[in-house]
Nanobody, 123 residues
Framework: QVQLVESGGGLAQAGGSLRLSCAAS????????VAWFRQAPGKEREFVAV????????SYADSAKGRFTLSRDNAKSTVYLQLNSLKPEDTAVYYC????????????????WGQGTQVTVSS
């Protein structure tokens, strides 16, 4: 089990940037794949990006490719999601989630979730 805490959300203008952080507790953080999902009002939670435990593998939703970058620092037990070229449609609550060992792309793949951080992009 890991506990996750997101931070870094806020208000940005279209074309701007934000960096989200997901800090984890637990001694075996490097054994967990970490994903980001987002949920806009009235919509289902959707996959954004995922990174393997060692950081060597990343995968992005089409909406995130070329604009978002996922990285991790296992020494700090933290995963970072850099959001660039933000669009109003990126407005959502962003959640990080952890899964032991293997990467997953669906919400049902993850048992460990943070509380979420709000990202609002103005046009």
């Amino acid at each position: 089990q890991v506990q996750l805490v997101e931070s870094g959300g806020g208000l940005a203008q279209a074309g701007g940037s934000l960096r989200l952080s997901c800090a984890a507790s637990g001694r075996t953080f490097s054994s967990y794949a970490v994903a980001w999902f987002r949920q806009a009002p009235g919509k289902e939670r959707e996959f954004v990006a995922v990174i393997s435990g060692g950081g060597g593998t990343t995968s992005y939703a089409d909406s995130a490719k070329g604009r978002f970058t996922l990285s991790r620092d296992n020494a700090k037990s933290t995963v970072y999601l850099q959001l660039n070229s933000l669009k109003p449609e990126d407005t959502a609550v962003y959640y990080c989630a952890a899964r032991f060992w293997t990467i997953g792309y669906k919400t049902a793949d993850y048992a460990n979730w943070g509380q979420g951080t709000q990202v609002t992009v103005s046009s």
